[in-house]
């Protein structure tokens, strides 16, 4: 089965710094863009990035440029999202999702669970 | 950059009901258009991509539509578990910009 999983729901205080993964399974990873998305509490999505696993090409949006970094370890099929300096406003739901054609862009077809970041003094 | 407008943003309806949602893109995009059902507490899951080809397993009642600045995802006869949020994206290699959503509800 073709699936992504994340981690686990983070509590952090302001000022922190928070890595969530997203570990792929049942398909060739280095092969698929995974991307991440953001969604605020009760709010729609928001496209931050994607990455190619197996050169690690990086696109951000010019909204997250800076502000976040995402990586990928091969050896362990998973990418990275890590964001430094949290404020409150970075309380989210984060997702992982995969682009659905081998070596192209396409639309996200497979989505990761959501890691929950909350952000709070 | 790519604006894509959703419309509308609530939508109430009935089981059996045809429903129509429509993406504005400024400017003018490709075909590039994908379609998500959310439901509460859940991933987005893909419906449609390439503007009009269905995922596998998605629904045949499910069907999008549409080119250059209007983009459709059109539910045929609405079932139970379709009242849910629906967002668009359009997608390329830079961006990936979703409209603000629809939430189809129970009339």
């Known amino acids: 089965e073709v699936q992504l999983v994340q981690s686990g729901a983070e509590v952090r205080q302001p000022g922190e710094s928070v890595k969530i993964s997203c570990q792929g399974s049942?398909?060739?990873?280095?092969?698929?863009?995974i991307g991440w998305v953001r969604q605020l509490p009760g709010k729609g999505l928001e496209w931050m990035g994607i990455?190619?696993?197996?050169?690690?090409?990086?696109r951000y949006s010019p909204s997250f440029q800076g502000q976040v970094t995402m990586s990928i370890d091969t050896s362990i099929n998973t990418a990275f999202l890590q964001r430094s300096s949290l404020k409150a406003s970075d309380t989210a739901m984060y997702f992982c999702?995969?682009?659905?054609?081998?070596?192209?862009?396409?639309?996200?077809?497979?989505w990761g669970q959501g890691t929950m970041v909350t952000v709070s003094s | 950059d790519i604006q894509m407008t959703q419309s509308p943003s609530t939508l109430s309806a009935s089981v059996g009901d045809r429903v129509t949602i429509t993406c504005r893109a400024s400017?003018?995009?490709?075909?590039?258009v994908a379609w998500y059902q959310q439901r509460p507490g859940r991933a987005p899951k893909l419906l449609i991509y390439?503007?009009?080809t269905l995922e596998t397993g998605v629904p045949s009642r499910f069907s999008g539509s549409g080119s250059g600045t209007e983009f459709t995802l059109t539910i045929s006869s609405l079932q139970p578990d379709d009242f849910a949020t629906y967002f668009c994206?359009?997608?390329?290699?830079?961006?990936?910009?979703f409209g603000q959503g629809t939430t189809v509800e129970i009339k």
């Open positions: 999702a995969r682009m659905g054609a081998s070596g192209r862009i396409d639309a996200f077809d497979i």
């Open positions: 049942g398909y060739q990873f280095n092969n698929y863009w």
């Open positions: 990455i190619y696993p197996d050169d690690s090409d990086a």
């Open positions: 400017p003018r995009i490709n075909s590039w």
């Open positions: 390439k503007a009009s």
């Open positions: 994206q359009h997608y390329d290699g830079y961006s990936g910009t």
